[in-house]
């Protein structure tokens, strides 16, 4: 029987996903959805949020609190596993305003949720 693309795929992500630990926690997301109040990208309040990886996790990025963003699911699905901000200059966002607010919300989320002394906090 032949396995489908899509399927292939879904396998590699499984792995990628195992290899690397992935610790952002529910209040942690929750935190980051109100810091942004809406899509991180196109500021989109009307619809779900999705968590989207600045750094993708197939260029070694993983879920933790300074690489998740909310995203909506047409920012997320578009930006696929680009490069931030080539993405944005494509899509006619605003990649100054964004990176500006990434670094701010980083500083209030590195204030909320400090890391442990030994830990690896990864917030830009």
């Known amino acids: 029987?032949?396995?489908?693309?899509?399927?292939?795929?879904a396998r590699r992500r499984k792995r990628r996903m195992d290899l690397v630990e992935h610790d952002?926690?529910?209040?942690q997301w929750t935190a980051?959805?109100?810091a942004?109040?809406?899509?991180a990208y196109c500021g989109a309040q009307d619809q779900p949020l999705q968590r989207d990886c600045v750094l993708p996790i197939s260029r070694g990025g993983r879920?933790?609190?300074?690489?998740?963003?909310p995203a909506c699911a047409?920012?997320?699905?578009?930006?696929c596993n680009g490069e931030v901000t080539a993405w944005m200059r494509r899509k006619g966002h605003d990649e100054e305003a964004f990176l500006l607010r990434l670094h701010e919300i980083g500083a209030a989320m590195r204030?909320?949720?400090p890391s442990p002394p030994d830990g690896d906090s990864r917030i830009p």
């Open 32 to 34: 980051l959805q109100e």
């Open 74 to 79: 047409s920012c997320n699905s578009s930006k």
């Open 63 to 69: 879920y933790t609190l300074g690489n998740i963003v």
């Open 24 to 27: 952002l926690t529910a209040p």
């Open 111 to 113: 204030a909320l949720f």
């Open 1 to 9: 029987m032949a396995i489908s693309r899509k399927s292939r795929y």
């Open 36 to 39: 942004w109040n809406g899509c």
